[in-house]
């Protein structure tokens, strides 16, 4: 079924892209427009209502200004390079739909193999989600911006890059950041949330959903100590937990992992490199 709906995305971009020779073209030349990445567009404000825009299937996020509205459509790591478009239409009586193109760059990440011993670790940076919210509403609020790193460190730079083991035939491309740190270190929220998720392992180690608003959500896996609970709102900074590694090893068992934060970000439904919406401005 995922693969059914990714393929029903792509289509539906490239017929929007065949319809977009007649119309206006608005080609976004934002420094993040490539896949792995968002485009980022502000549009003039035309009425205090949102408007209804679409990307695929998608709603991107809609941010208000006083006098635009600021919109950050995902752009997942299988979109092509290429021109595609957008459906817009200002939300007031009389007000007519039209089509805006927009550019997805290229960006050619690093090919680089990677060894039988680092495929538990890599694939840490790989997953994927069946829902984001196990609330019975949706958050309507606009999210902030940006985003901050919830555990300060040195996080993995290795986001969108493909990952290959000649000697299994397998490849993998990360759609997170990964963070080692110390025992005990707090982790925070990277902005306003709802909490709409948390599963917890039999180890007693969380994967937290946060909403942001308005179709931006982070995933942090790797929490222990959780301090909050489904439904629960929350303030940029708030301490979310900590991190904690395996439990001490005996004489007879391999030494305990560090502990790992695994940091994921999603736009409309696509997941883009954290490191750019830290990077957004307010």
Known sequence: MKRFTRYL??????AFQAVSANQDDV????TFNFPGGIIELELEKQS????DIK???????????KDYWRVLIGIGLDILPGEYVMYYKPNYDGASGEYKSLLVRQKVYPFTKYQASQAKELRRAYRTHDSFSDLDYENTQQPSLPLSMPVKGIWSE???????NDKTSSMLTPNALVLQSSEETVIRSPQNAIVSKVRTDQTGISELVLDHGRGLFSILSGVSDLTVETGNGIVAGAVLGRLKGDDKPTIRQAPAE???LIWQTVVNGAYVNPIILSQLKP
Do not use: K, M, R, T
């Not at 995305?9 to 490239?14: A, G, K, R, V």
């Not at 205090?48 to 408007?51: H, L, N, S």
């Not at 290795?158 to 290959?164: A, S, T």
């Open 158 to 164: 290795n986001f969108g890059h493909i990952l290959f």
């Open 9 to 14: 995305l792509l289509f539906s971009l490239l």
């Open 48 to 51: 205090d209502q949102i408007p």
């Open 55 to 65: 990307f695929g299937l998608a709603n991107p996020v809609i941010i208000e200004y």
């Open 258 to 260: 560090p502990p790992q």
């Open 27 to 30: 080609a976004s030349e934002e």
